[in-house]
């Protein structure tokens, strides 16, 4: 299985200031033929079901704010949340789908400072 | 805007089938664009991938689950199902139902609609 690790495990930021979380897998979700990366970034908020943020590592999901964006390539992830709003608290997932079983992160919480 | 809604017993016993239903609304299962899954969450914990269903009955499975997983899809009915067999108190979990992002029928896709969730407490 590929194991996804998430860093740090929680980050509290200012309202207004910027988030990064990294993301590694313990091997490449890049399939060389296509040039994708099988990486996906979900939020979920206290109480709700995750929603998706950004897959292929970095194409955001209809409807997500250009302050959030996904980066990175083979083992190396990152998520990216500029200008941190209240709304923007939650846990954060990073998962693989490059092969099954599918694999998530276990998550890093981004608080408000 | 596609809706899924997750059914069934919130308290299984232990050595039991847990089963579920997701019921699928504003869409169609039978699309040939894209897959549909369960994930599941313990209290408090990650989430984990427990399978993915075409609406054909094509099925991919978490290895974890060995033999004791099965999942099905009702076109009839627009709904689609998990059953999880010889049920222990680790089996205890949030679980969601959700559809695979739409890419060429095929399953190696995230998900991008999920269910609320249904909480199953495995206890006698």
């Known amino acids: 299985d590929i194991v996804m690790t998430q860093s740090p495990d929680s980050l509290a930021v200012s309202l207004g200031e910027r988030a990064t979380i990294n993301c590694k897998s313990s091997q490449s979700v890049l399939d060389s033929s296509s040039n994708q990366n099988y990486l996906a970034w979900y939020r979920q908020k206290p109480g709700q079901s995750p929603t998706l943020l950004i897959y292929?590592?970095?194409t955001r999901e209809s409807g997500v704010p250009d302050r959030v964006s996904g980066g990175g390539s083979g083992t190396d992830f990152t998520l990216t949340i500029t200008s941190l709003q209240a709304e923007d608290v939650a846990v954060y997932y990073c998962?693989?789908?490059?092969?099954?079983?599918?694999?998530f992160g276990p998550g890093t919480k981004v608080d408000i400072k | 805007q596609l809706q899924l809604q997750e059914s069934g017993p919130g308290l299984v016993k232990p050595s039991e089938t847990l089963s579920l239903t997701c019921t699928v609304s504003s869409g169609s299962i039978s699309s040939s664009s894209y897959y549909w899954g369960w994930i599941r969450q313990p209290p408090g914990k990650g989430l984990e991938w427990v399978g993915s269903?075409?609406?054909?009955?094509?099925?991919y499975y978490n290895p974890s689950f060995k033999s004791r997983v099965m999942m099905s899809v009702d076109t009839s009915t627009n709904q689609f199902s998990l059953r999880l067999s010889s049920v222990t108190a680790a089996d205890t979990a949030l679980y969601f139902c959700?559809?695979?992002?739409?890419?060429?029928?095929?399953?190696?896709?995230?998900?991008?609609?999920w269910g609320q969730g249904a909480l199953v407490t495995i206890s006698s």
């Open positions: 292929w590592a970095s």
């Open positions: 959700a559809k695979g992002l739409a890419y060429r029928g095929r399953y190696h896709v995230p998900f991008d609609y």
């Open positions: 269903v075409f609406y054909t009955g094509n099925t």
């Open positions: 998962q693989q789908y490059y092969t099954t079983p599918f694999t």
